[in-house]
């Protein structure tokens, strides 16, 4: 059943307020709803505005901005790549993130500086997304940004195996794992105000893509004859989206699947126009990095589920059925 993008669009934004409320009513203290709204306007007492305001509150605008950056890349990435099975991670952004924190942890960084993890990952994404500036600028077809991106990434993956072989005790080991598996558990108005600049910079910049995006679906000449600056275009979509998912996973941890399978299921919606996609997978990815993460705060055994390892069981089967529906389509 197809869906009007603006009806799509109120539809989300309602399903996501909806659930961002409710996340604030999840966790070890039982909070009435009126607590909840009094301390939202500053009116409730010091324990719940603590509980409220720097612990759920943080948590609840993080997942919603993660969400939104990672689908909201994944479809100008698929848009631009004319590949239904692009991502953030093809870029290599991801995996350079990921490699800068897991130096800070084998550095011992985080000990002596509490921000060394979340500037070490932004180093490492900021780091990728010069290096794929610099091989846009030069050749800006896809088959080099493609080629680009998976060297970067899985030079950083390597990296990432080799500092971990070499981690110096089980414990910075544990945390490197942990950290790269994903969360947003203990998560503070400090790390918003740290990545919030750049994922707010990395959706600016994709503002206005959908129109590029459209016209290059028909063909890069056909794009060129409707005045569509195909280099510019390609360097929009690439700084844009390193720079939000750099941020995204800078605070967040390696969080996959959902940059992949969100542009797939707003297609099935309102069809397959790459401009009008943008929109609404930033808000289907908002909201289903919001359920994954209501996911992880349900009791599990002797220990907690991570927020990668819930998109991953729910992307992976979801993406399988997409391809087998989509199989005739995808030739």
Same mark, same amino acid.
């Given at each position: 059943m197809k869906i009007s993008p603006p009806n799509l669009i109120l539809l989300l934004s309602i399903s996501l307020c909806a659930l961002a409320f409710l996340s604030l009513f999840i966790g070890a203290a039982d909070i009435p709803a009126r607590d909840i709204l009094s301390a939202l306007i500053g009116n409730a007492s010091t324990s719940t505005e603590i509980i409220i305001l720097e612990l759920r509150l943080p948590r609840v605008l993080l997942g919603i901005m993660a969400g939104a950056s990672l689908g909201l890349s994944g479809a100008a990435l698929q848009g631009l790549l004319r590949n239904?099975?692009?991502?953030?991670?093809?870029?290599?952004v991801s995996a350079t993130a990921g490699l800068g924190a897991v130096i800070a942890i084998y550095l011992g960084l985080s000990s002596s500086?509490? +921000?060394?993890?979340? %500037? !070490?990952?932004?180093? &490492?994404?900021?780091?990728?997304t010069f290096i794929l500036s610099f091989i846009s600028s030069r050749d800006s077809s896809v088959l080099t940004l493609i080629l680009a991106g998976i060297g970067i990434s899985s030079l950083a993956t390597a990296a990432i195996s080799l500092t971990m072989?070499?981690?110096?005790?089980?414990?910075? +080991?544990?945390?490197m %794992? !942990?950290?790269?598996? &994903?969360?947003l558990d203990n998560r503070t108005m400090t790390d918003i105000t740290l990545a919030g600049p750049f994922i707010i910079g990395g959706w600016l910049i994709l503002r206005g893509v959908g129109q590029g995006l459209n016209a290059s679906s028909l063909g890069e000449?056909?794009?060129q004859t409707l005045g569509i600056n195909l280099k510019v275009l390609r360097m929009r979509v690439i700084i844009g989206s390193a720079i939000s998912v750099g941020?995204?996973?800078?605070?967040c941890g390696?969080?996959?699947?959902?940059?992949?399978?969100?542009?797939?299921?707003?297609?099935?919606?309102?069809?397959?126009?790459?401009?009008?996609?943008?929109?609404p997978s930033a808000l289907m990815g908002a909201i289903l990095l919001t359920l994954a993460d209501l996911a992880t705060r349900a009791p599990f055994g002797h220990g907690q589920l991570r927020l990668g390892?819930?998109?991953?069981?729910?992307?992976?089967?979801l993406f399988l059925y997409i391809i087998y529906k989509t199989r005739g389509t995808m030739r």
């Open positions: 239904p099975l692009a991502d953030p991670g093809v870029i290599g500086f509490p +921000l060394s993890i979340q %500037i !070490m990952s932004m180093g &490492g994404a900021l780091l990728a072989n070499f981690a110096k005790n089980p414990m910075s +080991l544990q945390d %794992i !942990m950290w790269l598996l &994903g969360s000449d056909t794009a941020a995204t996973v800078s605070v390696a969080i996959g699947f959902v940059g992949l399978v969100v542009p797939h299921m707003v297609r099935s919606l309102i069809g397959h126009a790459p401009g009008r996609l943008l929109l390892v819930v998109t991953a069981f729910v992307g992976s089967p």
